[in-house]
């Protein structure tokens, strides 16, 4: 009990220290976060009357926003698996760190949902005894069940892994491994369950198809490890952990094939849909060309799959791949295209026409874009004090044991990174 | 049953000289029983799995409220659904002249939110264009000026639901040219908006309409992406519900006022055909071209209809399986 109070302390002083850069982003965040707080009080007072949405279009960034980061918590899983299914030295090494994006990612994500929700107030009637939780029939408590399970999954994986490094003692294999596992299979569960919650509903034709959720997981696979790359790559400029090159250039393979298969199913989407052009493909019609005079998503659609097919384009040969300033670039515009064909590209036009064949367009209003500025701020707020604490453990900068004077932190880093699990 | 019906009618009426008595008491209410009595409403259960004293209780504390709200008596009545009562819809396509009664007196029975800001209308009449076929295009082939034709365009789009609008603002109806095509909530079934509801606040009761429990809605619209007939309406803001206009004849699962954040739609008029009543849209069609009955009742109008018309449901193929049946004649 003692260790852990220690831990605790430990933790919290190390993560609230840092260089005058770090203060200046965590004071940029708090900036965006003031204006999510005027957003939520004006949700919460005035109901989501300042939003563009609609009774047709009803859904818009902030559950596009969920459905996006839903894939990048599924996406951590291209470190986990990797490390400890098939070894791999140099992402086992910083596995931890994916797990700590997972958390930041789902939280972000239950923070969307409570500025989609019109009742947030009302959020304890999904918990189960004091509330209803309609299950087997509602698929949004399954997602919300898979979600939490994974957050708390990693949670669970990652805090433990990192207080056992922080005490100097061995992990539990027993215990340890299972989690691993559990929680890799669990991170297909969410982004399937996720898929399952839009495609499972014919009255949007757009969505559909059985071909969502492997879509969904492709193009998670390929956003998130394009996130991760870009966080690796920061933390080895300016932290003194170092990243292999190996881990970086195995998930830059690993996007490169999940965004070229994603890439060959929106071409798959396109020739089934048009071919035949039924009512069914009024929603893919409006999204890639207009309708009526409706074309506000025309430039999305368009930039989207500019920026994946530059990035893919980038990622297939092996020289431009590994030199990282490239990669970098690929990773930022698969990141940015998929956020958009995920977001306004698949959310939004599946409810255009609506069921009854009404053409309306759905722009969000600033009051959304500061929101949803707002939640990423806290999302990233929540992932740079996580992955600062799990560096910190990584290096040995906090541990339980002080080292003897004269051994530098960065030594004993060579040593403890070295894991105990073989 | 009957006799659980009976004391059930018996202790609400008892109930309701008391929710009177609880009126009066409610003019010099403190600041403070006033907090309570909210915080009261924002505790309660969902209202399918209250008790009957529970359900009685919750009732009264709206009626309070309404009443203190709207400065008039308000009632939130609680009947139950009726035995052997499957409530039916069947709609004349050939009588509806677009006229949209229906829908304003739906608004003015149903108690749904006005004005510029938030206009909520639960019926839609959708005006379709009859079309045509011209003989100036009949040659327009497609792909044009080419020899073998692949299709062709001597067409305008002519009974395609899709292509029907509903905002047409007209001198006069019906229309030349013009076919209308009234939808609401079809009632279904099988509702897709009922499997999708997280908290189970939106549910079939036993004599047929689809319901929502307005205080136990989360206002997560599941409901609104799963239903194929655009049928449900979200609260964006407080609903703007002029006091004289307010319709003080409510039911729980009815007509009694929305707040923001949840969800409404038609419920077949609850407040009124448990009553006995038709439902407002059926009352004040100008051509009879609405029907409502008892599916259970082989006399009743909508049975027959069923019985002797051709009648079609709305999306047959998603299987929902409507209450409500076009027909003509």
């Given at each position: 009990m003692d260790k852990l109070k220690r831990f605790a302390v430990d933790y919290v002083t190390y993560v609230v220290k840092g260089s005058p850069a770090f203060y200046a982003w965590i004071a940029f965040l708090c900036i965006l976060i003031l204006g999510l707080l005027y957003g939520t009080y004006l949700h919460a007072a005035d109901g989501l009357r300042y939003t563009g949405l609609t009774d047709q279009v009803h859904d818009g960034l902030y559950l596009a926003n969920f459905v996006f980061l839903v894939g990048i918590a599924a996406g951590a899983v291209t470190i986990v698996f990797p490390a400890y299914v098939y070894r791999h030295k140099g992402l086992h090494a910083v596995a931890v760190l994916g797990e700590m994006l997972a958390i930041s990612a789902v939280l972000m994500c239950i923070l969307f949902i409570i500025s989609h929700m019109g009742r947030p107030d009302r959020l304890w009637h999904m918990l189960p005894i004091i509330g209803i939780y309609n299950l087997p029939h509602s698929m949004l408590a399954w997602d919300t069940l898979v979600l939490v399970g994974y957050m708390l999954l990693n949670f669970a994986g990652g805090f433990y892994f990192l207080y056992m490094k922080y005490t100097g003692q061995p992990l539990n294999k027993k215990f340890y491994l299972p989690l691993i596992y559990v929680s890799i299979v669990w991170a297909l569960s969410i982004h399937t369950v996720t898929a399952f919650l839009l495609n499972t509903m014919p009255s949007r034709p757009m969505w559909h198809h059985s071909m969502l959720p492997i879509r969904f997981i492709l193009t998670a696979f390929a956003?998130?490890?394009?996130?991760?790359?870009?966080?690796?790559?920061?933390?080895?400029?300016?932290?003194?952990?170092?990243?292999?090159?190996?881990?970086?250039?195995?998930?830059?393979?690993?996007?490169?094939?999940?965004?070229?298969?994603?890439?060959?199913?929106?071409?798959?989407?396109?020739?089934?849909?048009l071919y035949a052009n039924t009512e069914h493909a009024l929603g893919l019609q409006y999204l890639m060309f207009g309708m009526h005079g409706f074309t506000d998503l025309v430039p999305w659609f368009w930039g989207s799959l500019a920026a994946s097919i530059a990035a893919f384009a980038i990622l297939l040969k092996p020289s431009w791949r590994t030199n990282y300033r490239l990669l970098a670039l690929a990773c930022g515009l698969a990141f940015i295209g998929i956020w958009v064909e995920k977001g306004m590209g698949l959310l939004v036009p599946g409810f255009i026409p609506t069921p009854i064949g009404e053409f309306t367009q759905y722009l969000p209003t600033t009051l959304e874009i500061f929101v949803t500025l707002g939640n990423w701020a806290v999302g990233f707020l929540i992932l740079t004090v996580l992955l600062k604490g799990a560096i910190g453990i990584l290096l040995g900068d906090i541990a339980y044991v002080r080292l003897p004077q004269g051994k530098t932190t960065s030594d004993a880093a060579g040593e403890l990174a070295t894991p105990e699990l073989t | 049953m009957v006799n659980s019906r009976r004391s059930f009618l018996k202790s609400a009426s008892s109930l309701s000289v008391s929710s009177l008595l609880g009126t009066a008491a409610l003019m010099t209410m403190s600041d403070d029983a006033q907090a309570n009595m909210e915080w009261a409403e924002w505790f309660q259960g969902n209202y399918r799995l209250m008790s009957e004293e529970e359900k009685a209780q919750a009732r009264a504390r709206l009626e309070r409220r309404y009443t203190r709200e709207y400065g008039k008596k308000v009632t939130v009545d609680g009947t139950p659904a009726q035995e052997g009562v499957l409530m039916g819809y069947a709609l004349n396509i050939k009588k509806c002249i677009g006229c949209r009664r229906c829908a304003k007196a739906c608004v003015e029975e149903n108690n749904q939110s006005r004005g510029k800001d938030q206009d909520i209308e639960w019926i839609r009449v959708l005006k379709m264009e009859k079309g045509e076929f011209s003989q100036e295009k009949m040659n327009q082939g497609y792909p044009e000026g080419l020899g073998i034709q692949v299709g062709g365009n001597a067409y305008t789009p002519a009974g395609v639901v899709l292509e029907g609008e509903h905002y047409y603002q007209p001198e006069a109806v019906p229309e030349k040219d013009a076919a209308y095509m009234p939808i609401a909530c079809m009632q279904c079934e099988k509702p897709p908006c009922v499997k999708v509801c997280p908290v189970r606040t939106t549910y079939r009761e036993a004599d047929g309409p689809v319901v929502i429990d307005y205080n136990w809605c989360i206002g997560c619209r599941m409901c609104m992406s799963a239903c194929p007939y655009w049928a449900r309406r979200f609260n964006w803001s407080d609903p703007n519900l002029p006091k004289e206009a307010m319709n003080p004849v409510t039911h729980y699962l009815g007509n009694r006022p929305r707040m923001k954040g949840v969800v409404e739609k038609c419920t077949f008029c609850i407040q009124r055909t448990r009553q006995g009543r038709y439902p407002a849209c059926v009352e004040v069609c100008p051509t009879g071209a609405r029907k409502f009955g008892n599916l259970l009742d082989p006399n009743s109008e909508v049975s027959r209809i069923i019985a002797r018309k051709n009648v079609f449901r709305l999306k047959a193929e998603l299987n929902t399986f409507p209450k409500f049946f076009y027909f003509m004649d």
């Open positions: 956003a998130g490890p394009s996130l991760i790359i870009l966080i690796f790559l920061i933390v080895r400029t300016r932290t003194r952990l170092w990243v292999e090159n190996s881990a970086i250039d195995l998930l830059a393979t690993i996007i490169t094939y999940c965004l070229g298969l994603s890439l060959f199913l929106t071409l798959s989407e396109v020739v089934t849909e | -």
